[in-house]
């Protein structure tokens, strides 16, 4: 069982949808990161989060410490939101979720 | 934030030949950059952390003399795949963790690699 869990898989949604995908993690750790890869397969850090909750743009993510689980979520989502979502736990290294493919349908 | 550049973007090369692939932090002074590896439909993978001056970290099942990390400045990390086989077709990616409490991310644009 990997460490650190993303769901769901795939997701499709349409234009104006709200967005969640989540992310549990059964280890300690020190800091999650929500991360976003592009079709051409750059990655974007969108949050790094240790407690609570933040916020930039239409992207808010937050965070569990006790129930080990963080949530990314899109309001208003655009078709340019489609890209694969990855969370990733800093643990003594980084140990990436196996990504959350989204589309967004205009 | 920090800049972090990869080249090159992809690379096609014969099965035996060596490949480097360079991560320069353009604004940041990078005393630690990590290399991963991402197989088609799966998540990226550490390959090894790079330290500036001193050998690289490798990850368990990560062959290190297969996989030459150099890190001699504090802006330029080189990752080498040496006697390269069709199953080192992978896409490679740097990254470097800005230091404090905020640490944040910043990846390179990734390299990709085909084997023939």
């Known amino acids: 069982k990997n460490e650190v869990e993303q769901s769901p898989q795939n997701l499709t949604a349409q234009e104006g949808e709200f967005i969640t995908i989540n992310c549990s993690y059964s280890?300690?750790?020190?800091?999650l990161h929500w991360l976003q890869q592009h079709p051409g397969g750059g990655i974007v850090s969108l949050f790094m989060?240790?407690?609570g909750k933040k916020k930039h743009g239409r992207l808010i993510a937050t965070i569990n410490i006790q129930e080990k689980h963080s949530s990314l979520h899109i309001t208003a989502s655009h078709p340019r939101d489609s890209a694969v979502y990855i969370c990733a736990a800093t643990v003594d290294k980084l140990v990436f979720g196996a990504g959350t493919i989204l589309r967004v349908k205009s | 934030g920090a800049v972090v550049s990869q080249h090159p973007s992809w690379v096609i090369c014969k099965s035996g030949t060596s490949v480097k692939i360079e991560c320069r932090s353009l604004?940041?002074?990078?005393?630690?950059m990590f290399w991963y590896r991402q197989f088609p439909k799966q998540s990226l993978m550490l390959m090894a952390t790079?330290?500036?001056?001193?050998?690289?970290?490798?990850e368990q099942g990560v062959e290190k003399d297969k996989f030459l990390i150099n890190h001699a400045s504090l802006t330029l990390s080189t990752l080498t795949v040496t006697s390269a086989h069709p199953e080192d077709s992978s896409f490679y990616i740097c990254?470097?963790?800005?230091?404090?409490?905020?640490?944040?991310?910043?990846f390179g644009e990734g390299s990709r690699l085909t084997v023939l």
């Open positions: 989060l240790s407690s």
């Open positions: 790079s330290n500036e001056g001193s050998k690289a970290t490798y």
């Open positions: 990254s470097v963790e800005t230091s404090g409490s905020n640490g944040e991310l910043f």
């Open positions: 604004d940041f002074q990078a005393t630690t």
């Open positions: 280890v300690g750790i020190s800091a």
